[in-house]
């Protein structure tokens, strides 16, 4: 079972640059999330998604965009990188069944903007 | 989704249980709780739910009080493995309510 898959694990960009975070999921989930967390510190929600076609924004939406056309796919897109968004990036999905709505996470994509 | 408290760290031997807290004072009659675990670097882990009832699963206990406002995440014999930061979080369950981490409690096994 891949579960939810993300790639790059490392990458290093340079201020200004773009770049997209892949992350891709096969266990049919209605629900992706993005995360972002500092050093430290807890998981912010970047953005997230309820289905395929449609996305709303976490806590922390600047500087990134997302978008969601497949059920499987939710890549997060990073315009104009900046050294405050030097952080590890984690994916996650999950389907609600009844009370349970456990989130499955990726293994994160860790990003140093310099 | 309702706030929750945590002390930021704890330890226990291993071998022993390891019993962390967490204070959700305004839940609602509605939400659940959620516990979630961060080995290092790697991304969280779920561990285990519940409303109001004790809940076991083979992970964990979660003891829920009777007012709800309270709950501990019980590891019954604590290993090196567990050393990790533990989330509770409180929302309402099948719904698209976000999951919303606070800063956790880390806990610390030692030998």
């Known amino acids: 079972n891949a579960g939810v898959t993300q790639t790059p694990k490392f990458r290093i960009l340079k201020i200004g640059q773009s770049m997209t975070l892949q992350c891709t999921q096969d266990m049919n989930h209605n629900y992706m999330y993005w995360y972002r967390q500092d050093p430290g510190m807890g998981l912010k929600l970047i953005y997230y998604?309820?289905?395929?076609?449609?996305?709303d924004k976490g806590e922390v939406p600047n500087g990134y965009n997302v978008s969601r056309s497949t059920t499987e796919d939710f890549p997060l897109r990073l315009e104009l990188a900046a050294p405050s968004q030097t952080s590890v990036y984690f994916c996650?999905?999950?389907?609600?069944?009844?009370?349970?709505?456990?989130?499955?996470f990726g293994q994160g994509t860790r990003l140093t903007v310099v | 989704d309702a706030k929750t408290t945590q002390p930021p760290s704890m330890d226990c031997a291993e071998g022993r249980a390891a019993n962390l807290p967490c204070n959700h004072s305004?839940?609602?009659?509605?939400?659940?709780v959620y516990w979630y675990r961060q080995i290092h670097s790697q991304g969280p882990q779920y561990i285990i739910h519940?409303?109001?009832n004790n809940e076991t699963n083979e992970m964990a206990s979660l003891i829920i009080t009777e007012d709800r406002k309270s709950s501990t995440l019980i590891l019954p014999h604590a290993t090196l493995r567990d050393t990790a930061v533990y989330y509770c979080i409180v929302r309402v369950a099948g719904t698209n309510s976000k999951l919303t981490f606070g800063k956790g409690i880390t806990l610390s096994v030692r030998p």
């Open positions: 305004t839940i609602s009659g509605n939400e659940y």
């Open positions: 519940g409303l109001k």
């Open positions: 998604s309820v289905g395929a076609g449609i996305t």
């Open positions: 996650a999905s999950s389907f609600p069944r009844g009370t349970n709505t456990e989130a499955f």
